[in-house]
């Protein structure tokens, strides 16, 4: 099992920037990944970013790359987004996600948090 705290979130205006963090705690190894999720109401929950090997390696969805930035702190299990250059289309509830096997891509993730909402919006 692995338990997820997110923090962060909010509005702010298009142009803007905002930091999602979050904390994973229990079965996690090197080969974890931890990830970023979004979902707006009535599609379905895409990726957004993953990290994995101890931050080492990332992927990015084409829509953010760029814009936002996700890192892990080295030895720890805490990820964050820099989101910066936000636009309206990014509004959405963004989660914290975990991968404890490893990852392919956006695939593998089974933990997720409750969600955070981000909304951009002048």
């Known amino acids: ?13 298009p142009g803007g920037s905002l930091k999602l963090t979050c904390v ?18 009535g599609k379905g929950r895409e990726g957004v970013a993953t990290v994995y090997a101890d931050g080492d390696y990332t992927h990015y969805d084409d829509s953010v790359k760029g814009r936002f930035t996700i890192s892990q702190e080295k030895g720890k299990n805490t990820v964050y987004l820099q989101m910066t250059s936000l636009k309206v289309e990014d509004t959405a509830m963004y989660y914290c996600a975990a991968a404890a096997q490893g990852c392919y891509g956006f695939r593998g993730f089974t933990f997720f948090d409750q969600g955070t909402q981000v909304t951009v919006s002048s």
Do not use: E, K
Request: glycine share 16%.
């Open 1 to 13: 099992q692995v338990q997820l705290v997110q923090s962060g979130g909010g509005s702010v205006q």
């Open 24 to 41: 994973a705690s229990g079965h996690m190894y090197r080969s974890s990944c931890l990830g970023w999720f979004r979902q707006i109401p």
